[in-house]
Each structure stands twice: as structure tokens, then as C-alpha cells.
């Protein structure tokens, strides 16, 4: 699974959240790389159509879609929508765990059928 | 420079989304003010929103004054205009003013950086209190610290809020 991480360095949730995807590799005994990538410019931002830091993006896809559209292309800190409809800087531990078994069940159904 | 413990709130003349003009002089009597950085676009200052809110109401019977103030560029971040500071103020039925400083020069003269980040002033109007609202951001059940709501209590007691200085964790001002 291609696993990415794109950060703002303005943004002080990044590590936390970044620690968090780790936990949530480790958890569910997966061993798959993860690619950071620090957005420093606006042209990059752009470039990668960068919803706000931090973002998660599991094979393209990204953890919350319905949260990612929303100033989507610039340098700005993700608002996530949690569980119990809280606001948040940070994506939970639990939508991480349920996005990394999704994909990963994704990926083997994918397997399978070829 | 960031304005320091025990100096002194630093004048304005704002906007408010409620048509009228605020100043920290017309403030004058309060038991404590406390002007805070703010805007809509920031998920920091979402996560704390509520929290803030149900701080004023908490202190508004004992003479606590909020003032809100939104400095960002709106012509980089449109969530932060003038007019959806109106809308947003309206949606959360926020109890204090919510300012517009559209020149950037108040952020400026109190050297603030990000949103949220509190300035608590007693009622001598001296800086008592600089920093975050509490130190959990993401997690209101799982907060430790309540530094906002601790040096209220304090300033309301005469006495000096430990600690007088946090780390504001937020977005940065967005500067034109």
C-alpha cells in the first residue's frame, strides 16, 4: 500500500498525527513505508492539491474525502471532522485504524481478482 | 515584540460583526478583559471554540469582557472575511464581540502569532495571562491544564495566574 503524509510545518498537529498513522501501522501488523512530504510553497500546494496539514493519503485516497475538498491547493492547517461530530485538528486514532483495514481489504480483494 | 506580563493593553478601535466599535477603554470597569486572537478558518480555534465560548459565559456574571479579534488576510484565506466572521458569529451565538482588525496593526502591536491565543488582562488592564486556553486542543475530557479558566480564577482572587506565559498552539496570522 502507497502510504502518504504531507505536512505544513506551521501547523504543531503534524507530529502528533504522523505518530499516530505509525501507531496505527503497527497495530494492524503492517510493515508498508511511509512517504513525508513536507508542502513548503504555495505552487506545491497546488501542485498536490493539498487539503491542509496534516493530510493522509492511502494508495491516493484520502482519510476524511468528505473534509479534503475544502481549501484544497494551499497552505492551510486540516480541519477534520471526528466520530462524535467534534472539530479537530487531528485525525482520530480510530479513523486511521478503520482507513488502513479498509484499504488493506481494498487492496487484497484487488489481489485477488487478477 | 510580544507583549509582556504586567505591561499594559495596547489601545485599538475595531470593528465589531455586530456594527458597532470596540476599544479596550470602552471595557473600562471590567474585572478582567481578555483580547484573543481569533478567525473562522482555523481548526485550532474550532477545536477550542465552544470551550472559549462556555469560558465568557462562565465570567461574564463576575466582570470577565471578551474581546475576539480576527487579523488574518481575507483575500488569502476568504473564510476569514468580515462577512463570514458575521455568519460565523451568528451560527455559534458567540457571547462577546467579534472584531475585525483589517490593517493587521493590532496582531502587530501585541505581537501575536497565531489563532487562538489569549490575552488576559486584569482589571488594572495589565497583561496577566498570555498563552493557550488550555493543553489539549484535541481533546476537551483529556485536558490537564486549564490555563485560561486557572488565571481568571486567579486574577479574580488578586492573585498572579502560574503560569503567566504559554505556548499558543495554532494556526499562524495570516499575514498580507
Known amino acids: 500500500m502507497r502510504i502518504d503524509f504531507l505536512y505544513w510545518e506551521e501547523c504543531p498537529s503534524h507530529e502528533e498525527a504522523l505518530d499516530r498513522l505509525r501507531s496505527g501501522l503497527a497495530e494492524a501488523g503492517m510493515r508498508d513505508e511511509i512517504t513525508v512530504t513536507h508542502v513548503a510553497t504555495e505552487a506545491q500546494a497546488r501542485a498536490l492539491a493539498f487539503p491542509g496539514s496534516p493530510t493522509i493519503r492511502l494508495d491516493g485516497r484520502d482519510i476524511q474525502p468528505e473534509t479534503a475538498a475544502e481549501g484544497a491547493g494551499r497552505l492551510t492547517c486540516r480541519l477534520y471532522l471526528l466520530e462524535d461530530g467534534r472539530p479537530s485538528p487531528l485525525p482520530s486514532r480510530e479513523m486511521i485504524r478503520r ?11 484487488k489481489g485477488a481478482t487478477r | 515584540m510580544t507583549l509582556a506580563t504586567n505591561e499594559s493593553i495596547v489601545s485599538f478601535s475595531l470593528p465589531g460583526v455586530d456594527g458597532k466599535t470596540y476599544s479596550p477603554e470602552s471595557l473600562a470597569g471590567a474585572s478582567a478583559v481578555a483580547v484573543i486572537f481569533w478567525c473562522n478558518h482555523c481548526p485550532y480555534v474550532r477545536a477550542w471554540e465552544e470551550r472559549v465560548i462556555a469560558l465568557q459565559r462562565d465570567y461574564a456574571a463576575r466582570g470577565v469582557r471578551f474581546l475576539l479579534i480576527n487579523s488574518n488576510d481575507p483575500a488569502k484565506y476568504p473564510e476569514d472575511s468580515f462577512e463570514k466572521m458575521q455568519e460565523r458569529a451568528r451560527e455559534k451565538g458567540y457571547p462577546f464581540p467579534y472584531l475585525f482588525d483589517e490593517s493587521q496593526a ?47 480564577e486567579a486574577v479574580l482572587a488578586g492573585r498572579a495566574p502560574t503560569p503567566a506565559e504559554t505556548a499558543a498552539r495554532g494556526c499562524t496570522i495570516k499575514w498580507r
Not at chain 2, 495571562?129 to 481568571?152: C, I, K, M, S, T
Request: proline content about 5%; hydrophobic content about 40%.
Open chain 1, 99 to 109: 482507513r488502513l483495514a479498509e484499504q488493506a481489504v481494498a487492496q487484497a480483494t
Open chain 2, 106 to 152: 493590532v496582531a502587530r502591536g501585541y505581537g501575536a502569532t497565531r489563532t487562538p491565543e489569549v490575552f488576559l488582562f486584569d482589571g488594572d488592564q495589565e497583561l496577566v495571562y498570555h498563552g493557550a486556553p488550555d493543553d489539549n486542543y484535541d481533546e476537551p475530557a483529556a485536558v490537564q491544564h486549564q490555563y485560561f479558566r486557572d488565571a481568571l
